[in-house]
Each structure stands twice: as C-alpha cells, then as structure tokens.
C-alpha cells in the first residue's frame, strides 16, 4: 500500500481537503486497497481542531464530507510516507530546511507538479484570509489534481505489476 502526506502551513484547508478529495476519489474508483492518505502542517498554530468550516462547506457541496483534527509535520513522515505533498512554497522550503540532509528527502515534492493546469513552481493558495471563491478555487486545484496525481500513481502501480 502506497502512503501519501499532504502538508500544508496549519492542516486545517488546503491539506485536508487534499486529503478528504483523495481519499474521495480512490472510493469512488475502488481504488482505498492500494493507497492510504494522511495530511499534516508545517506549523503546530490548530493541533487537534477541525478542518476549518469554510472549507468543508465548500467541499460538502461537491459531495465531499470530512473532518479531520489537525495534526503538525514530522521529519519521520519521510520514512512513513512514499509521498509527502507540500501545497506551497513556504511549505517545501520548510519541510526541506527541518529534514535537511534526510535520506528519503527525495520523496518530497510541491503539489501543483501533479496539477495538469500548473507545475512544481506553482503553489495552492491559502484561502484562510479571503471569501468563498478562495475556498472553491482551491477546491477545484485540488479536484483536477487529485485525479491527474491518482493517475499516476495507477501508472506506476500498473507497471509494477
């Protein structure tokens, strides 16, 4: 089984909505035997609250309903994960700077590399300071990019086979 880490800066919008669309997404597919996700942030400001209502708002009505307590990073999810996905630039540097020299560094990588409409320099914005468009913009990053990351995880899984 296949582990996955979304980070983002407090884990309480954009990692867990990447998560609960991941975790979505395998169901309907059929796919929860081969993959697991979790999410985490950078910073430890919402330890054990919920994913901020705003977001699940957003999320329940695309049909996507989830709680999650917030939970901070830690280096040692580089071994207990295969994949830790940073949601921003602030968030790789930082999980690059706490784990400077880590053997499995290299399983570290920015979201948006997965985002058919993006790339590993582009970040998911924060909507924690803005409205309701912010939250469904970055629903809808996370939508497109959790099909096109499963994708290539199904990929990889296939030609392992």
């Known amino acids: 089984m296949k582990k996955i880490m979304f980070v983002c800066m407090g884990n309480i919008c954009r990692s867990p ?18 993959y697991e996700a979790e999410s985490s942030g950078t910073h430890g400001y919402h330890v054990g609250e919920d994913a901020d209502a705003r977001m699940r708002k957003t999320a329940a009505g695309h049909g996507v ?5 917030a939970q901070k990073f830690l280096v040692s999810f580089l071994d207990q994960y295969h994949l830790v996905l940073a949601m921003d630039q602030g968030n790789y540097d930082d ?26 320099a582009d ?3 924060d909507p924690y300071y803005g409205g309701d468009q912010g939250f469904e913009l970055v629903y809808q990053m996370v939508d497109r990019t959790c099909d096109a990351l499963i994708d290539y995880l199904e990929k990889l899984r296939q030609q392992t086979h």
């Open 95 to 120: 999980i690059r700077y706490a784990a400077a020299g880590h053997p499995n560094l290299n399983r570290l990588h920015k979201f948006r590399a997965f985002d058919p409409e993006g790339s590993e």
């Open 17 to 34: 909505i990447a998560q609960a669309v991941f975790e979505h997404k395998l169901k309907e597919r059929e796919l929860e035997a081969h």
């Open 65 to 69: 309903h989830f709680h999650h307590p």
């Open 123 to 125: 970040d998911v914005p």
